[in-house]
């Protein structure tokens, strides 16, 4: 199964409303990224957050980190339609060879204007 | 950051017919190189992990005889489908690894089998 989980799965707003996303791991990690696709384009990469972080920023983003909950929330504040997108959680999956990250099902985010 | 190209970005070929996608680190040396496919509306599942001049590790129920990994050198590495049918059209994404804990992301091909 999944390393990561996100949820919820679908999530649509009005243009200027906060959106939060959470993802769940199973396993310990290393680090956890939170990366922004849009439909039909490759992957943007939004935040890194290492297991000793509790909380990151980077603009309007906002990324929290519980490793006893083994859980991490993306707050994207005051949305834009161009955030219409889907997001990614990625754990590192540390398997000796390298690191390969596992990534959830994503969130598919719709900002209305 | 990091520069991570693909090429073809996208292609569209007859079943039956093999296609090979290059994936470049342009300023780091990658030993690893892992790929990713991704089906509409999915997320990103992993195929294979190769490492530069060893043979490609395949992921359960990816067929290696299909999906041709060469990673001969340090800043290149290729996935060729071969025999492509249209279950095979998808978004394929590559991932270097520059150093440890290190991870970059190709732009994707998408590929279209008709």
Redesign the interface.
């Known amino acids: 199964s999944?390393q990561g989980e996100e949820d919820p799965q679908a999530l649509s707003i009005q243009e200027g409303e906060n959106a939060t996303m959470n993802c769940s791991y199973k396993t310990s990690i290393?680090?956890l990224q939170w990366?922004r696709q849009n439909s039909?384009?490759?992957?943007v990469?939004l935040i890194l957050i290492r297991s000793n972080e509790r909380e990151k920023h980077s603009g309007r983003l906002r990324v929290t980190l519980d490793t006893s909950k083994k859980s991490s929330s993306l707050l994207i504040t005051a949305s834009r339609a161009a955030d219409t997108a889907s997001y990614?959680c990625a754990t590192?999956a540390n398997l000796g060879?390298?690191?390969?990250?596992?990534?959830?099902?994503?969130t598919?985010l719709s900002v209305l204007p | 950051?990091a520069v991570v190209s693909q090429h073809p970005s996208w292609v569209i070929c007859k079943s039956g017919t093999s296609v090979k996608i290059e994936c470049r680190s342009l300023d780091f040396q990658a030993?690893?190189m892992?790929w990713?496919r991704q089906f509409p509306?999915?997320?990103?599942?992993?195929m294979a992990?190769s490492?530069e001049g060893s043979k490609a590790?395949y992921e359960q129920g990816v067929e290696k005889d299909k999906f041709l990994i060469n990673h001969a050198s340090l800043t290149l590495s290729t996935l060729t489908v071969t025999s492509a049918h249209p279950e095979d059209s998808s978004?394929y994404?590559c991932?270097p690894?520059r150093v440890?804990?290190e991870?970059f992301?190709?732009?994707?091909t998408?590929l279209t089998v008709l």
């Open positions: 999944q290393n680090n990366y039909g384009r490759g992957l990469h990614f590192d060879v390298g690191q390969n990250f596992v990534f959830g099902p994503g598919r | 950051g030993t690893t892992f990713y509306k999915q997320s990103l599942m992993l992990t490492n590790t978004f994404i991932s690894l440890y804990n991870q992301f190709g732009p994707g998408r």
